[in-house]
């Protein structure tokens, strides 16, 4: 058995992403562990006060992937990382040596994901495990 691991936001992109990985992982028998990442920007007075209000927001997108997958009859895992999210997913994936990083995608054209830096181009440069990037 092994691991498939999701980024999630609660977006529909991710929502769409959390669904084919529940099927992936239905059709091997694996696991699927959710990650929620989210980065806290150093700059700013109220940095604690904002980082809580990150963190308890990842909790409660964290909740809202479990209540999917519930209502799907799935059974997952969810992890709230404090990084950016293509590095919490490979640090989460190469932790668990999954077999795969499932996605979502906004809909972004190939040259505005390269210039802005979408999370799955991302992905596409730093992690040697298989992505699957769901459209929305």
Do not use: N
Not at 9 to 35: P, Q, T
Not at 37 to 43: D, F
Not at 96 to 105: H, K, N, Q, Y
Request: glycine share 8%; hydrophobic share 50%; charged share 25%.
């Amino acid at each position: 058995m092994a691991t498939i691991v999701v980024g999630y936001d609660a977006s529909d992109c991710a929502r769409a992403a959390l669904k084919i990985a529940i099927e992936v992982a239905e059709a091997f028998g694996d696991d699927v562990r959710v990650v929620v990442a989210y980065e806290v920007s150093r700059l700013g007075g109220e940095v604690a006060d904002f980082a809580s209000a990150l963190a308890e927001r990842a909790q409660e997108i964290a909740r809202l992937a479990s209540d999917q997958a519930a209502g799907v009859g799935g059974k997952i895992e969810a992890e709230v990382v404090e990084a950016r999210t293509a590095d919490a997913l490979v640090e989460v994936a190469d932790r668990l040596d999954a077999r795969l990083i499932v996605v979502g995608s906004r809909g972004e054209s190939p040259l505005r994901g390269a210039l802005v830096g979408s999370t799955p181009h991302k992905l596409m440069q730093v992690t040697d495990r298989p992505l699957l990037v769901v459209p929305g």
